[in-house]
């Protein structure tokens, strides 16, 4: 089976996490009412889509630098590596934080969401940090420029929120939630930039092949061999 359509992934993933924070302000600020189940969906789908992305990317990078340019593993594929768990780490808060809604898991559901947004933070500048430290790129520079721009965005609005989120004297209210709607906003736009690569790549499903032996004397012949690159990048 093949997948041609794999760029759709951070629209999905964007589908979910807007639709996450929308319905969650929409019931609590408007009808003063707040079924978990709606948000906790939306989360559960977007938290699953952020695993996937973070591990499409991971083997895109691979095969597109060590599999089409030839480059030896070194450096950029551990941290390539490195970011992709970082991702899985970032979508299980986010998993975390849909399961604790309740109001007696504040406490928990407060430190999933720092976490959540830090660990987002930090995978979001290493993915522009490696993407544009790679050359050749596997976008644009206006691409770099753009996700640089969302991401140092989100960096001072993360900064602000920490600083002054204790101190209602510092800040109303109302600014503080803006700026947790400017972190969540700009990690959104930034998945969803994603699909520029991935509109030029394919993914299909492992192989695996049977081999009989050669010769009746062969006993340690393979029986079993599995094809791991399952990412194919067909980029220009």
């Known amino acids: ?60 990078t691979v095969e597109y630098y060590a599999h089409r340019l030839g480059w030896e593993n070194s450096a950029w594929r551990v941290m390539s590596t490195v970011i992709a768990g970082i991702g899985f780490f970032a979508a299980l808060c986010i998993t975390v934080i849909a399961h604790c809604e309740d109001p007696e898991l504040s406490i928990v559901h407060d430190w999933a969401d720092t976490i959540a947004f830090s660990a987002g933070l930090l995978y979001a500048w290493s993915q522009a940090v490696l993407t544009w430290a790679l050359v050749p790129r596997m976008c644009t520079l206006r691409v770099c420029i753009f996700r640089f721009t969302i991401v140092l965005i989100e960096t001072v609005a993360f900064v602000f929120y920490r600083f002054v989120k204790d101190d209602k004297n510092l800040s109303p209210a109302w600014l503080l939630e803006a700026s947790l709607w400017i972190i969540a906003i700009c990690f959104h736009v930034f998945i969803i930039t994603f699909f520029i690569e991935l509109r030029f790549s394919y993914l299909h499903s492992p192989k695996v092949v049977f081999v009989r032996a050669a010769a009746e004397n062969s006993d340690r012949a393979p029986i079993l061999r599995d094809e791991e690159d399952h990412l194919n990048n067909n980029l220009h």
């Open 1 to 60: 089976m093949v997948l041609t359509k794999i760029w759709l992934m951070p629209i999905f993933y964007g589908l979910c996490a807007i639709s996450a924070t929308a319905t969650k302000y929409f019931f609590v600020s408007l009808l003063k009412s707040y079924p978990h189940i709606l948000p906790f969906l939306a989360s559960r789908d977007a938290s699953l889509f952020v695993m996937l992305i973070a591990y499409i990317r991971h083997r895109q």
